[in-house]
Each structure stands twice: as C-alpha cells, then as structure tokens.
C-alpha cells in the first residue's frame, strides 16, 4: 500500500496520536536519526 495512505489513514483513525499532517521525507528522517547515539544515555 501506498505510504502516503498508510499515514492518511492513521492521521484519520487517531489525530491526537499523529503530530503531522504530512509524511517525513527520507531525507528529514535521516537528518533526525543522525542526531541519535545508540549509547548516549539520558
């Protein structure tokens, strides 16, 4: 299934759960898990 209705969907069935109205691009995804170290702990 297409992701963009993949995400439509779950927007539609629980809103407050879904903070955006659009997908991430690929490349926004990448640049947010670049910022992640897997052993940094909080």
């Known amino acids: 299934m297409n ?3 993949e995400f439509l969907q779950a ?3 629980n809103p407050l759960k ?5 997908p991430s691009s690929p490349e ?3 640049k947010m898990v670049e910022e ?7």
């Not at 879904?18 to 659009?22: L, N, Q, Y």
């Not at 992640?36 to 909080?42: A, E, R």
């Open 36 to 42: 992640i170290s897997p052993n940094k702990k909080k």
């Open 11 to 13: 927007f539609f069935k």
């Open 18 to 22: 879904v903070g955006a109205i659009t």
């Open 28 to 30: 926004l995804a990448q």
């Open 3 to 5: 992701e963009n209705i």
